[in-house]
């Protein structure tokens, strides 16, 4: 399912059953719109309604000069929201350079799938 785009970003209304939910809430692109602070909370209701995972996309979370930065959503529910980054756009892609931060229960498994790829 792909959600329809406003001016705050992401429509996560329109979200029902799913398992999961990507969304980049500090810059949907390509509006380059910041979810606000209602939004999120109506995206963690969701999440924790559905026992769901929102994959919190920062892709250019480094980069804040007409606004003060914004918070991850992760931070407010961090058994829901797999948060994941990069410094591709500030340093270079060809570094490789970017990370997650996961809840517990993905842990394991996102370790062992990284070994496997790694190899």
Known sequence: ??????????????????????????????????????????????????????????????FRYDRQPVGAIQGLAPHHVAYAGTTSKSLTPALRLGWLVLPPHLLGRVVREKYLADR
């Open 1 to 62: 399912m792909q959600l329809s785009l406003d001016a705050d970003g992401a429509c996560v209304d329109q979200l029902t059953g799913e398992d999961a939910v990507l969304l980049t809430p500090s810059h949907q692109f390509p509006t380059g719109a910041a979810m606000p602070p209602g939004r999120r909370t109506a995206a963690v209701a969701w999440a924790r309604e559905h026992d769901a995972l929102i994959v919190e996309d920062d892709y250019d979370g480094e």
